[in-house]
């Protein structure tokens, strides 16, 4: 008798055995099996359609006018993504204290009411100035707990809804979310639900965080707390009951989550770059004078004082667009350095930088008063913009500028490829793993600037290398001869239904997790 013959017959009498034992006795074998032999079986005989996933975001989506950031943006294009393939649904909840509760009776998401700003890692962020760090043990541990309450609740109601039990849940953030999934989870396999792996969706700001922590660099600001919390709760150090994989958006992060949880399997760090929204980010049809226009002139801009007169900006002739969040380790300071230089002044007269982003007043009255330092010309600080009227901007402009220490990822980098324009950054962090000459260059980092604390000291020699990058971009019209590369990587390699189906490919080629001793 042939293998495939013998492999039928023993299937054979597994299934006659199956269907004469009693619920009991199923029971009672499963609960002999090892955990890793248990979760075999359970995905093997688990149905592949119908994925219902619960992802929490730490983040608000960009809906009511309300701006928002990258990793709320990358939330709210995740979700939409997963809804539109087959068998899969996402049901989410994100924080925000100025969105209200979606009217729409088939809204598949709910939004978890604060009456303060969001809380965040870092100490500049463009739509918060409430840090977690500010929060003392009562008020931290509140937020938790009702945090807890209303996700465990807003699952139930969906079950209920849905007739169908959540497969799969994504904690956003590496810090308060996938704590408060941890407990969720717990509380729902008490309650006799069946348990949901927990995926966390790692993002830059709660590794900052943690690494200023660790470094003890500045102890008044970001004392030992929240490092040690996670290490206490062992939340990366159990992938059954805790996270049970994690994704990054680069290289880079991926070596940081070895470097803050080194105890976390690499072999479950999934790298997914970021995608993009391609109907959004495309080439646009306004014109140069027209963007610049309508940016400069008749929406409101944070610096200089006076805006120029629509006669002044049809004299320029190029544009270069930064996009970032007024925050020291974006260094847009070093691009300022840029157009404040004389003789660049008196080589590109008819050259504009429009700097997009949003902060806190006082991140943004940093900013101004260092403009106000340099005697700049042609250059405006023209705050935050929306999603469309950035793809204008892109489109447009000569090259994007995005000289980040450190980006963990670098979204406005493909945005900016994706409407066909050329990109210029630092040799660091996420954009190493994909700027490449076909679409522009990456200029070394300064030797003085070794961690987020000496980024200030780097800004003079980074200035330096940018004036030479943008002159060879300029002079060699990069906008003509690497914009359709641009546009091409950024299709081939970075749409958000490529990345999530990517993510869920890798995610099925696992291991199933072990339980440590």
């Known amino acids: 008798m042939g293998t495939g013959a013998s492999a039928g017959a023993a ?82 909840m994100y924080p925000s204290s100025k969105q ?44 938790v707990s009702r945090m807890e309450t209303e996700v465990y609740d807003y699952m139930a109601e969906v079950e209920k809804k849905t007739g169908s039990n959540f497969t799969h849940v994504i904690a956003h953030h590496s810090f308060v979310n996938p704590l408060v999934m941890r407990n969720v989870i717990k509380k729902r396999v008490a309650a006799g639900l069946p348990k949901c792996p927990i995926y966390c969706f790692v993002h830059g700001t709660a590794l900052k965080m943690y690494r200023w922590e660790i470094g003890g660099k500045s102890p008044e600001e970001f004392p030992m707390r929240f490092h040690k919390m996670m290490l206490e709760e062992k939340i990366f150090d159990d992938q059954v009951d805790g996270v049970n994989a994690i994704f990054v958006i680069s290289a880079e992060q991926k070596g940081g989550v070895e ?16 995608g993009i929204n391609v109907e959004v980010f495309k ?8 963007v610049i226009i309508d940016n400069v002139v008749k929406e409101k801009i944070l610096w200089p004082a006076a805006a120029p007169t629509e006669e002044e900006c049809k004299a320029y002739e190029k544009m270069i667009i930064f996009c970032g969040k007024y925050a020291e380790w974006k260094r847009m300071a070093a691009l ?23 902060g806190q007043p006082d991140d943004i009255k940093v900013s ?29 402009a000569e090259m994007g500028v995005f000289p980040s220490f450190k980006e963990p990822f670098g ?16 040799n660091s962090g996420g954009p190493k793993d994909f700027v490449i000459p076909e679409v522009g260059c990456l200029v070394d980092e300064p030797p003085e600037t070794t961690d987020l604390a000496t ?63």
């Open 336 to 358: 300022l350095k840029v157009f404040a230089d004389p003789k660049f002044q008196e080589d590109y007269p008819k050259v504009a930088l429009l700097c997009a982003g949003g």
């Open 455 to 517: 980024v200030p000291a780097g800004i003079d020699t980074l200035s330096k290398t940018l004036d030479t990058a943008i002159r060879k971009a300029l002079t060699e019209d990069w906008k003509k001869t690497k914009g359709q590369g641009c546009i091409d990587l950024a299709l081939d390699k970075f749409t958000v239904g490529g990345q999530v189906k990517q993510m869920f490919a890798d995610l099925g080629k696992l291991p199933p997790a072990e339980i440590k001793a």
């Open 368 to 396: 101004t008063d260092f403009a106000d330092t340099l005697g700049l010309k042609n250059t405006f600080l023209i705050g935050g913009r929306g999603q469309p009227v950035l793809a204008e901007l892109y489109t447009v």
């Open 11 to 92: 299937g054979a009498a597994i299934n006659a055995a199956v269907l004469e034992a009693s619920p009991e006795d199923i029971q009672a074998a499963l609960e002999k099996l090892e955990y890793s032999d248990r979760e075999k079986l359970i995905r093997a005989l688990s149905p592949k359609p119908g994925m219902q996933l619960f992802q929490l975001g730490t983040n608000n989506w960009q809906r009511q006018g309300e701006f928002a950031p990258g990793s709320g943006i990358l939330h709210e294009a995740h979700h939409n993504a997963m809804n539109a393939m087959d068998n899969i649904s996402s049901w989410s």
């Open 259 to 274: 470097e803050i949880f080194p105890t976390f399997p690499l072999n479950r760090v999934i790298v997914a770059p970021n």
């Open 411 to 426: 979204l406005v980098f493909v945005e900016c490829m994706a409407c066909k324009t050329p990109v210029i950054g630092a």
């Open 283 to 290: 080439p646009q049809a306004k014109t140069l004078t027209d």
């Open 100 to 143: 209200t509760q979606p009217e729409e009776a088939d809204a598949m998401y709910r939004v978890f009411k604060l009456d303060h700003d969001i809380p965040i890692c870092e100490s500049a962020s463009p739509t918060s100035s409430k840090r977690w760090h500010t929060m003392d043990e009562a008020e931290f541990n509140a937020y």
